[in-house]
C-alpha cells in the first residue's frame, strides 16, 4: 500500500529508513531495492530523490553528522571540561550502539568527496565547540587550536578502532580521551579532580 | 636528448622527479608534460610506465612513504621514548621541509583506494614499532594499542595543520605530540625526564 506524501516527508522518510538499515548491517550488504521497499516505494521513485545509492548513503550520512552535531552541543551552565566529556559521550554511545552507521560515517565512502567535506566542516565546529568550552579554564593560543584539531582525529580514530576491537570498556575509552586531551592542551594538574566531576 | 634507460632505472628516475616536483608545488599545478619533459621522454612513453596521472601520483607517495617508513626505522639502542621522538623528527623534518608533498601524501588525493591502503599499511607498521619500543618502558594491553594507533591519527592531524598554520615552532610540535603520548599510552610520570633526555 502506497501513501503519497510531499517531497520533504518523503525525504524524511527515506533517510530516517537509510539510518536504520546503515546503522545495523555493512553498507554494502544494503540495497537500495530494501530501502525502497521498506518505504513502500518503487526504486525509481527512490532514485527521483537520490540519484544513486551513493548519494544516498551520503544524505543518510550527513544526516546523522548532523543530528549528533547537534545532540552533543555544549551547555555553557556546564563546567569547561564537563561540556567536552558530555559531548563525547554522544559519540561513544552512537559508536556502541550503532556500529556500522558509525563505520559507514568515519571510513571513506569510495570517491566521496562530499562526504568528506561535510565531515570537514563538523570537525570545524567540533573544534570551534570545544576552544570556546576551554577559553574559560585556559588561554588559547595557536598551539591551543593545533592539540584540539588533532584531539579530534585522536577521538575518532580511536572510537574507530574501540569499535572493531573492544578490548576496553567505554569508561576507559572516555578516560582516555580526556586524559590525552588535558595533556595536550596543558591541562595536567586539573585532570584528576575534572574526571571526578564528569562521571 | 634522450636516454635509453632500462625499466626499473626509468621508473625510478620518473619517480625521483615527481618526488621533486610534487614535493614544492600542489600536485594540481604539476603536469605529467611537465614530468616527461623533465625526464627527457614524450608523454606516451610517461603513460606506458603509470597509466594516468593519478597512477603516477600514487607511485609517488608510495614510494615517498616507504623512504620515510625506512628513515624512521627505531634504534633499538636508543631508550624508547626516544625511538620514537626520532622517528616522529623524520616526519616534522619532511614535512617542513616540502610541505606540498606532505599535503599531498595525506590529504586524499581523488578516488585514492591504492593510496590509502598503502597508507593504512604504513600506520599499522608504526604502530607495532612503536608498541615494540614502548614494551620494554610499560605493560601493553588493549588500551595500549587504541592509544598508539589513536596518537598516529594525533600527529598526522598536528603536522598536517603546522604545515598550514605554522603558529608554533617545531620543537614545540614535537613536545606536544610526545607529552600527549605520554599521556595517552600512561607515561606520564616520565615524560619530563625523558623530554630532557630527547633533546
Known sequence: MRTR??????????????????A??????????????AAGI?????????????AFVAAVVE????????????????APLRQIV???DVY????????????????AVPTSGDLNSAHQTRITVQRDRILASL????????ETEIAVTSWLAFVETAILDWVDNPTIS??????????????????EADARAIKTVAR
Open 5 to 22: 506524501l510531499t517531497t520533504e516527508r518523503r525525504r524524511a522518510q527515506l533517510l530516517a529508513i537509510g539510518a536504520e538499515l546503515f
Open 24 to 37: 545495523r548491517r555493512p553498507y554494502g550488504q544494503v540495497s537500495i531495492d530494501e530501502v525502497a521497499q
Open 42 to 54: 518503487s526504486c525509481g521513485l527512490l532514485y527521483h530523490y537520490f540519484p544513486s545509492k551513493q
Open 63 to 78: 544526516e546523522e553528522g548532523a543530528k549528533l552535531l547537534g545532540a552533543s552541543t555544549p551547555d555553557p551552565a556546564d
Open 86 to 88: 558530555a559531548g563525547l
Open 92 to 107: 561513544i554511545k552512537q559508536a556502541e550502539s550503532f556500529p556500522d552507521g558509525y563505520r559507514m560515517a568515519h571510513y
Open 135 to 142: 577559553a574559560t579554564a585556559t588561554s588559547l593560543d595557536g
Open 170 to 187: 567505554r569508561e576507559q575509552l572516555r578516560d582516555l580521551c580526556i586524559r590525552t586531551l588535558c595533556a595536550a592542551v596543558g591541562l
